[in-house]
């Protein structure tokens, strides 16, 4: 028995859309499941160490601060950080804890804590900040309470 010609085209057509289906549902979930772990776990890393180089920096200048201010009196001075990480906004708080006074970078559930180091002894410093425009940090020797 001979074979129709378009029954055999009609037979191939099916198989190729088959197997694109297929390989295009596989592309799908790999698409789906890869963005995770290829984008947001190198972000989210990223942002923790900026975290901590933003907490770095932001305890160094209040360590200065406190070395240079005058035993009588105040002193003032305005620092800037960066405005996003990753694009991401984020917020500094600066607190005292029973381990000493600390740091505070964080933005979402990604937090890190740097101590602020340095000065031996409890400042009792606070405050909060985030990255936009400029930053201050006013000294005064007889306190502000």
Do not use: C
């Not at 297929?22 to 789906?32: E, S």
């Amino acid at each position: 028995m001979m074979r129709n010609a378009a029954d055999s085209a009609v037979s191939d057509m099916i198989e190729y859309f088959l197997i694109s289906g297929m390989l295009m549902l596989l592309i799908i979930i790999t698409v789906l499941s890869l963005t995770p772990v290829a984008i947001y776990q190198p972000t989210d890393q990223l942002s923790e160490y900026a975290f901590i180089d933003i907490g770095n920096g932001v305890s160094t200048r209040i360590v200065d601060l406190y070395v240079i201010a005058p035993e009588e009196g105040n002193i003032t001075t305005k620092f800037d950080i960066p405005d996003d990480v990753v694009g991401r906004e984020y917020g500094v708080l600066i607190e005292s804890g029973d381990s000493g006074d600390l740091v505070s970078v964080s933005y979402s559930n990604i937090r890190r804590v740097v101590p602020l180091a340095g000065i031996g002894e409890t400042l009792g410093v606070e405050g909060n900040t985030t990255g936009h425009g400029l930053n201050e940090i006013l000294y005064n020797s007889s306190g502000w309470g």
